[in-house]
């Protein structure tokens, strides 16, 4: 049986929500729509071990902008925000880790195709 994970989505066009996900290869494909890629979140305020989870190939398949995470990334396609433990597995956001990022990934700019 695979563990639950509470994450945050965020899809093209609309708000972050927070979502219970079945933990696991497919859930996580479902969300990006495809192969998945792992971006560790570092520097201020992400050294608690918090990953973006994104499509891998968003830009051979022409995915839409979604959000810009810094000042030269900019995410296409749906992506979530998920945890990792000291071993490197893909955890679950506790509700403590929710309300100190929901604010941060509120704040992401939502990136525009021009």
Same mark, same amino acid.
């Given at each position: 049986? !695979?563990?639950? =994970?509470?994450?945050?989505?965020l899809r093209v066009g609309q708000l972050p929500v927070? /979502?219970?996900?079945?933990?696991? @290869?497919?859930?996580?494909?479902?969300?990006?729509?495809?192969?998945? /890629?792992?971006?560790? @979140?570092?520097? !201020? +305020? *992400?050294?608690?071990?918090? &990953? =973006?989870?994104?499509? /891998?190939? *968003?830009? @051979?398949?022409?995915?839409?902008?979604?959000?810009?995470?810094? +000042?030269?990334?900019?995410?296409?396609g749906d992506f979530f925000i998920a945890a990792h &433990? $000291?071993?490197?597995?893909?955890i679950g956001l506790t509700d403590a880790e929710v !309300? /100190?990022?929901?604010?941060?990934?509120? !704040?992401? +700019?939502? $990136?525009?195709?021009?």
């Amino acid at each position: 049986m !695979s563990k639950t =994970l509470q994450v945050i989505v965020l899809r093209v066009g609309q708000l972050p929500v927070v /979502e219970q996900i079945k933990g696991g @290869l497919e859930p996580m494909q479902k969300i990006v729509g495809g192969y998945i /890629e792992c971006v560790r @979140l570092k520097g !201020s +305020p *992400f050294e608690h071990g918090w &990953d =973006l989870w994104c499509n /891998e190939e *968003f830009l @051979l398949h022409d995915f839409k902008p979604n959000r810009m995470v810094g +000042p030269t990334l900019t995410i296409h396609g749906d992506f979530f925000i998920a945890a990792h &433990d $000291a071993e490197g597995e893909t955890i679950g956001l506790t509700d403590a880790e929710v !309300s /100190e990022l929901m604010p941060i990934v509120s !704040s992401w +700019p939502v $990136a525009i195709n021009l």
